[in-house]
């Protein structure tokens, strides 16, 4: 840094001219009044300092300054800016004069800027730094003349969610010496950090212009795209698993293609979907794994006519196959036939384990003679816990039947441990003795005390489905949803429904009776809720064997082993000896907020009261993130935190418990696209914007030539000058005031005072 220094004033010809005829007037005064004194020696030393102050006086009228410049000895710089975000592999960049179906990538189209030699022409002149942003792969800069921007494992798990425009253009500014100029080349996408006009309102101000090089087709070109496909964390080997997906189409017309699946260990489904043009279109597999194992699922997209690019038509995800043992309790009063063929086919079930407890009163003991009977109700909440689902029969609080205790803790295991729990009324009305303890809060229907034994009728009653049962995994016995409505519609009646009035709030209706009505509409009979962390099913009649009529176990198995399953589902996404971990929403999207709960038992079995939980979550990207619990009911043994998933993909989890030493690993997968990704439209706007705010230009990527020309043309940065003006400066001030002050005094020393 070299440095000048100067005195200067700031005259005009009134003050220079009125400064040198007040030194006139005060050298023609001082004179006569010397000579007066008879020529003493120390009328003249006074009157030489009379002139010395006139003189200073007029000096500062002129209001002298002290100036010095500093120079760098450096040369300037300029920041090349590239972004090398996903967005910008979208192949959308057509040349004049060629068909849409030669069009390069966004980042083919700047691939020359990357290059040093594009910049030769300014290195006599300019450092220049090429600084890639925006990509992980990509963030470890390139440079010219040894100026390096390094990068950090947060900004790369930043760049991981999304492109922060706003950060790379602030580094520049704060971090590259003597800047000149930058160049930002980008789609405009931006979706993290501030607004980059903020920054530009910062370069505008240090005269630093942005050269805006906007690439990419404002429109989108004709493209599907896979956005989301939604496996669930586990699957059961042998059983069917649903395999939503959702595409997206800027085609400008219909068309029909066949989606294809492929697992790693080799099973391939495929099918025909119709893609709506210029929308969005959902649909979904059915796929029935062989073996467990944790594997990945791969959908594809084919090549549809007109289709530019096909990077974007596939998406993996990954699913752990099991061979589940649910445990299962079933209460019942009389052996209704009802209980018997639930009973026959969930002891038939491999993947259920089923425990049956038939009171049937005016018998000496409960139970019965085989081997999944047992005597009593679990002893405890040690015992109950171990329960996914619990089925409620025609059973109340009575002497020889369930207590008030016993219904406590149900609840309890439904709210608290995300058990199922299924009411089954029946003709003895005993369950209205239930809705006065604290079971009564799960059960989401309200039933007419006034008719406890419900309705009979000697022709055969039916179900009707709603448009939520049309939808739902508990009502699906067929392939397709007509066929399911056909089958719905086949089934063998019902002689006999409880008393329901209406369902309560918060609930889901599936299925209606098909006839009858009252004041609140069409009778619900299968109705759904969730409460706390589990799920609660209410069956408003005791004919669903009759649907074995003519199929045998074909709809009636099928049906009660999606409904305990269901019900499992999140108690056993992730379970150890003495830990389990499920989540809500179980298919988590990006950006959404995950409601985690875990339960944890002490060495003896108990559930753990109080503690100190945590779980390690490590995303994608590599960034971990230590998530506490706390505990939300301490008889329970549950405790519940948050989760903000930042990144899609496999998110791997360890739960860690310090007074019992135990861990859990798992991992949960989520959904949905990066903020980031190929295949949508660009955004020149916002570099527009950047450089009408900094006084900079709007360049082509084609015309290299141009901004290496408005590069060159760039003026050298005005030095830094600091001024301090004398005629102001404090001390300058007290030095007039000491002469006068020596002035007067030497003025009563001589005797003229």
């Known amino acids: 840094m070299s440095v000048t220094r100067s005195l200067t004033f700031l005259w005009t010809p009134w003050t220079l001219g009125f400064s040198v005829a007040a030194l006139a007037v005060a050298a023609v005064y001082s004179f006569i009044a010397w000579r007066r004194s008879g020529n003493r ?44 975000s996903p967005s910008m592999e979208t192949r959308d960049v057509v040349a004049s004069g060629q068909p849409a179906s030669n069009a390069s990538t966004r980042s083919e189209a700047i691939a020359a800027m990357r290059d040093p030699a594009t910049w030769n022409e300014l290195q006599r002149r300019m450092n220049v730094v090429i600084q890639p942003f925006a990509a992980p792969a990509a963030l470890k800069s390139e440079s010219l003349g040894n100026k390096d921007l ?27 010496p003597n800047l ?15 607004p980059p006009v903020q920054v530009a309102a910062r370069l505008r101000i240090k005269g630093v212009p942005v050269l805006a090089v906007p690439v990419g087709s404002r429109s989108r070109l004709p493209d599907v795209e896979l956005l989301s496909l939604d496996l669930p964390t586990f699957g059961i080997a042998g059983k069917a698993v649903r395999v939503p997906f959702t595409l997206e189409s800027s085609l400008p017309r219909d068309h029909v293609a066949t989606v294809t699946m492929k697992t ?39 090549r549809l006519p007109d289709e530019i690019s096909t990077e974007n038509n596939a998406m993996t995800a990954p699913i752990a196959i099991r061979e589940e043992r649910l445990r299962v309790l079933l209460v019942e009063s009389y052996p209704r036939w009802e209980y018997r063929y639930l ?53 109340g609080v009575e002497d020889g039947q369930l207590t008030s205790e016993q219904c406590r803790l149900v609840k309890g295991i439904v709210e608290h441990q995300a058990s199922g729990l299924v009411f089954m009324p029946g003709i003895q009305g005993r369950e209205f003795s239930l809705m006065e303890t604290e079971l009564g809060e799960l059960c989401p229907v309200q039933m007419d005390p006034a008719q406890p034994g419900g309705w009979g009728s000697r022709t055969p009653n039916h179900f009707e489905l709603t448009e939520a049962g049309r939808r739902s995994l508990l009502t699906k016995l067929a392939d397709t949803e007509d066929e399911n409505g056909e089958v719905w519609e086949g089934l063998p009646g019902f002689q006999w429904y409880s008393p329901v009035i209406r369902a309560k709030a918060g609930s889901e209706i599936l299925a209606v009776h098909k006839d009858q009505a009252n ?13 706390g962390a589990g799920k609660v099913l209410f069956m408003g009649t005791d004919g ?15 049906f009660w082993g999606q409904v305990v399953r269901w019900m499992a589902y999140q108690r056993n996404m992730a379970k150890g000896e003495t830990m389990r971990l499920y989540y809500v929403p179980d298919q988590p999207r990006i950006n959404q907020t995950l409601a985690l709960h875990a339960n944890v038992m002490d060495r003896s079995g108990e559930p753990l009261h109080g503690g100190e939980v945590t779980a390690r979550i490590t ?33 791997k989890a360890v739960l860690f418990c310090k007074q019992t030493g135990a861990t859990l690993e798992t991992s949960f997968f989520v959904q949905g696209a990066a903020a980031e990704r190929p295949g949508k439209p660009a955004r020149p706007e916002v570099l527009e914007e950047l450089a009408r705010v900094t006084d900079g230009k709007v360049i082509a990527p084609d015309r290299l030539d141009d901004i290496v020309r408005s590069l060159a043309a760039l003026p050298d940065p005005a030095p830094s000058v600091r001024r301090i003006p004398l005629w102001a400066h404090p001390v300058v001030g007290a030095a007039i005031i000491g002469l006068l002050g020596v002035f007067w005094v030497g003025r009563k020393v001589i005797g003229l005072v």
């Open 180 to 194: 000149r100029g930058v160049v930002v080349a980008s789609d405009g996408d931006w979706n993290e950090g501030s």
């Open 519 to 531: 004041d609140y509409g069409r009778i619900p009979l299968l109705v759904t809720r969730t409460f």
């Open 343 to 395: 009973r026959n086919a969930l002891s038939r079930d491999p993947g259920v384990e089923l425990s049956c407890l038939l009171f049937h009163p005016g018998l000496s003991k409960p139970g019965g003679g085989n081997k999944d009977y047992i005597k009593q109700f679990p002893a405890g909440l040690d015992e109950l816990s171990k329960f996914d689902v619990v089925f409620l029969g025609d059973v």
């Open 41 to 84: 020696p120390s009328m003249a030393m006074l009157e030489t300092l009379r002139l010395a102050i006139v003189a200073l006086a007029g000096v500062l009228l002129n209001q002298p300054e002290w100036v010095e410049e500093y120079r760098p000895e450096e040369k300037p710089s300029i920041a090349v800016l590239l972004d090398t």
């Open 544 to 558: 669903a064997w009759r649907w074995r009529k003519g199929v045998e176990d074909k709809y009636h198995y099928r």
């Open 150 to 176: 390094k990068s950090d494992p947060a900004r790369e798990a930043r760049a991981a969610r999304g492109t922060d425009l706003s950060e790379p253009l602030a580094r520049a500014a704060d971090r590259i």
């Open 619 to 651: 995303a994608p990207s590599g960034t971990s993130e230590l998530v506490r619990f706390t505990t939300s009911g301490d008889e329970w043994g549950e405790f519940t935190s948050r989760y903000n998933a930042k990144e899609p993909g496999s998110h």
């Open 264 to 302: 790693s260990d080799g099973d391939l489904v495929s099918k025909e979907v119709r893609i709506a043009a210029m929308g969005r279109t959902t649909d979904w597999l059915l796929w029935k794994p062989k073996a467990i194992g944790d594997l990945t699922v791969s959908l594809t997209v084919p």
